[in-house]
């Protein structure tokens, strides 16, 4: 792997992040109410995509929020398979995350939208000087990082 010296124009731009998602309704609700992300556009697809068993039917959602994006990917066939990791050690994307003022009353509004709080996930409780963290799994199990970084804190 090579520094990166700053001296030559990374070619790339972010794009989005994508998630299978087992029930669209349920994590429209999640996403769009509860963190406020709003529907940009969706496709439906019924043809045959790299990576998925035939036949291949899906919904294709992509949210926005603060010019980040999030595709919501919902297959009617061949289904959805698997698990999204559990710990944060785990191979591969383990959170999002977003800043809230408060992060105990942003994490039980997500709860009201099919969110459910991570158990002892709650960092920094003892110290309101300190980076406070606590960890919502969205209806799926996606985790969802919230974080408050005190003032003068580097961030």
Same mark, same amino acid.
């Given at each position: 792997?090579?520094?990166n010296?700053?001296?030559?124009? *990374?070619?790339?731009?972010? *794009? ?7 029930? &669209?309704?349920?994590?429209l ?5 509860? &963190?406020?992300f +709003? ?8 043809? @045959?995509? !790299? ?8 919904? *294709? ?16 066939? !061949? ?11 785990? &191979? ?6 977003? /800043?809230?003022?408060? #992060?105990?009353? +942003?994490?039980?509004?997500? *709860?009201? /939208?099919?969110?459910? &709080? ?5 960092a920094?409780?003892?110290? !309101?000087?300190?980076? @406070?963290?606590?960890f919502? +799994? ?5 985790? #969802?990082?919230?974080?408050? #970084? ?5 961030w």
């Amino acid at each position: 792997m090579t520094e990166n010296t700053g001296t030559t124009a *990374s070619p790339y731009r972010t *794009s989005h992040v994508g998630l299978c998602v087992s029930d &669209l309704g349920k994590s429209l609700r999640f996403y769009c109410e509860g &963190l406020g992300f +709003a529907k940009i556009m969706e496709y439906d697809l019924d043809e @045959q995509i !790299p990576e998925v068993d035939a036949p291949c039917s899906l919904t *294709s959602t992509f949210l926005q929020k603060d010019g980040f994006r999030v595709e919501l990917l919902s297959y009617r066939q !061949p289904g959805v398979i698997g698990a999204p990791p559990t710990r944060r050690n785990h &191979l591969g994307m383990t959170h999002l995350s977003f /800043f809230a003022d408060d #992060i105990d009353a +942003a994490a039980e509004a997500l *709860s009201e /939208f099919g969110g459910t &709080l991570v158990p002892d996930t709650r960092a920094g409780l003892g110290d !309101p000087d300190a980076p @406070q963290f606590v960890f919502v +799994a969205d209806p799926d199990g996606n985790r #969802i990082e919230l974080m408050h #970084i005190p003032a003068g804190t580097p961030w």
